[in-house]
């Protein structure tokens, strides 16, 4: 597959076939990785510039590993240490980093939109690194990359997603690629954090965690972004654990040897319970090993070529 695409801003923009691509080649990817030397010149001689704007462990670290082993050269851009702090848009600061004839910006912002603005704007491709509350689409990649994995394929298959929905862009944007590849996707969250209107594409939205865990294949966890308790959108971290923590006893109900996902950073002992967490069936390190295979595909398609060359 010829891929078209200059920028990746979020799923709904792609057909499955050509998610299904980008799984596909970052299978290749994926073996590179277990190699004893990970460096390939298959990006030699292109620019890559992480433009982070919102802290972050593994979406930054694992694109610029990614770019390193194919051979790109990276730069990490500190808003701590860049003209931002004199008050620089972020237009000038991409228009700036443009001018350094860069090929590929990756870019995290508070602001939903951030990375739509600036794909409009630049000529280099822009890939979005999570924006706001609106969308991450490499997280959904990889979550993605590791069910098929996991499970083999999406048809049929039941998916719970359980948190707080609300504020979650791993959410929103994992609902778009499992829905256009075919999975059975059911929200889960106290009403406050679940809001009505996520109730499309099909999607189910359910406030009762313990009636949705039977039959269900996987069941992904979602940060609960702690900073939101103060507008009193749940009484207790520990009444919201009670009704929604997911732990081994808990997980139990599926009746399944289920596929347990984080996205990361976990707040252990409210969402998600170490006893858990650490388990057999938790794939969360595997996420952010497979997160680097993902980007690696990305980059690759973006400013490589053809993924028959890989390998
Ligand atoms: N999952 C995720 O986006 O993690 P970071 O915030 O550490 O990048």
Same mark, same amino acid.
């Given at each position: 597959?010829?891929?078209?695409?200059?920028?990746?801003?979020?799923?709904?923009?792609?057909?499955?076939?050509?998610?299904?691509?980008?799984?596909? #080649?970052?299978?290749?990817?994926?073996?590179?990785?277990?190699?004893?030397?990970?460096?390939?010149?298959?990006?030699?001689?292109?620019?890559?510039?992480?433009?982070? %704007?919102?802290?972050?462990?593994?979406?930054?670290?694992?694109?610029?590993?990614?770019?390193?082993?194919?051979?790109?050269?990276?730069?990490?851009?500190?808003? #701590?240490?860049?003209?931002?702090?004199?008050?620089?848009?972020?237009?000038?600061?991409?228009? #700036?980093?443009?001018?350094?004839?860069?090929?590929? &910006?990756?870019?995290?912002?508070?602001?939903?939109?951030?990375?739509?603005?600036?794909?409009?704007?630049?000529?280099?491709?822009?890939?979005?690194?999570?924006?706001?509350?609106?969308?991450?689409?490499?997280?959904?990649?990889?979550? /993605?990359?590791?069910?098929?994995?996991?499970?083999?394929?999406?048809?049929?298959?039941?998916?719970?997603?359980? *948190?707080?929905?609300?504020?979650?862009? &791993?959410?929103?944007?994992?609902?778009?690629?499992?829905?256009?590849?075919?999975?059975?996707?059911?929200?889960?969250?106290?009403?406050?954090?679940?809001?009505?209107?996520?109730? +499309?594409? *099909?999607?189910?939205?359910? %406030? @009762?965690?313990?009636?949705?865990?039977?039959?269900?294949?996987?069941?992904?966890?979602?940060?609960?972004?702690?900073?939101?308790?103060?507008?009193?959108?749940?009484?207790?971290?520990?009444? %919201?654990?009670?009704? %929604?923590?997911?732990? /081994?006893?808990?997980?139990?109900?599926?009746?399944?040897?289920?596929?347990?996902?984080?996205? *990361?950073?976990?707040?252990?002992?409210?969402?998600?319970?170490? @006893?858990?967490?650490?388990?057999?069936?938790? &794939?969360? @390190?595997?996420?952010?090993?497979?997160?680097?295979?993902?980007?690696?595909?990305?980059? +690759?398609?973006?400013? *490589?070529?053809?993924?028959?060359?890989?390998?």
């Amino acid at each position: 597959m010829k891929w078209k695409h200059k920028d990746l801003l979020d799923l709904d923009v792609l057909q499955a076939e050509e998610i299904e691509h980008i799984l596909h #080649t970052a299978g290749p990817m994926k073996e590179i990785l277990q190699r004893p030397i990970k460096k390939l010149p298959t990006l030699r001689g292109k620019s890559v510039v992480l433009l982070f %704007y919102e802290s972050s462990t593994r979406t930054r670290t694992s694109f610029e590993t990614a770019a390193k082993i194919l051979g790109a050269d990276t730069t990490n851009f500190s808003v #701590t240490q860049s003209s931002v702090n004199k008050g620089e848009s972020l237009l000038d600061t991409a228009r #700036t980093l443009q001018a350094m004839n860069v090929d590929l &910006v990756i870019v995290r912002h508070a602001s939903s939109g951030a990375a739509d603005f600036l794909a409009q704007e630049l000529r280099a491709g822009v890939i979005n690194g999570g924006d706001g509350q609106h969308a991450h689409p490499t997280q959904a990649l990889l979550d /993605l990359f590791t069910l098929k994995e996991k499970l083999g394929g999406f048809q049929g298959k039941k998916i719970v997603i359980v *948190g707080d929905v609300l504020h979650s862009r &791993v959410a929103r944007s994992n609902v778009l690629g499992l829905k256009k590849l075919g999975a059975e996707v059911v929200l889960v969250g106290p009403p406050t954090l679940l809001p009505a209107e996520m109730n +499309y594409l *099909g999607v189910k939205i359910s %406030y @009762d965690l313990d009636a949705e865990l039977p039959g269900a294949d996987a069941v992904m966890a979602l940060r609960l972004q702690l900073e939101r308790q103060q507008n009193g959108l749940f009484p207790s971290i520990r009444e %919201y654990a009670k009704l %929604y923590g997911l732990n /081994l006893e808990r997980i139990r109900k599926t009746g399944k040897q289920t596929v347990v996902m984080h996205p *990361g950073p976990m707040n252990r002992g409210i969402e998600i319970a170490s @006893d858990l967490a650490e388990s057999p069936l938790s &794939v969360i @390190d595997e996420q952010v090993t497979n997160g680097v295979a993902v980007r690696m595909a990305l980059i +690759y398609l973006l400013i *490589g070529g053809a993924s028959s060359d890989v390998a």
